[in-house]
């Protein structure tokens, strides 16, 4: 029973420093930043809709946020960083990895640097 309240502390503070990540780049109209956050946390990219909601109101602030995303994207899931992101602990980045026409790849090296990880 104290080991699930301890889970359920830990989740609700990670879902908390997510939140204020996001709502820090919204405040700062930082559209750029928030593509990146999302690409390395493995988010799809933001619907018109969700990205209204976040103040970015102008289609072209909405193809900003896209352009810049499909640019991190096309950076941060290079199969050779995967195996970093691995080392790391990271999850599984189901954007890097079904999204990314070098997904399989990027798997295979990022379940390698995992394996190397975890020996340390």
Known sequence: MRALVIAMFV?????????SVI???AEEQNWS???????E???KPRSAK????????SES???DYLSAYKAHMDVYCQPENAY????LGKPRNSVCIDDSPTGWDYEAN???????????
């Open 110 to 120: 990022w379940r390698t640097g995992l394996e190397a990880g975890s020996i340390f």
């Open 41 to 43: 946390v493995g988010n």
């Open 84 to 87: 970093h992101a691995g080392i």
């Open 23 to 25: 709502s820090q780049y």
């Open 50 to 57: 969700a990205l209204r909601e976040l103040g970015a109101t």
């Open 33 to 39: 930043a928030l593509a990146s956050y999302d690409v």
């Open 11 to 19: 989740l609700l503070g990670l879902i908390g420093c997510s939140s």
């Open 61 to 63: 602030v909405q193809e």
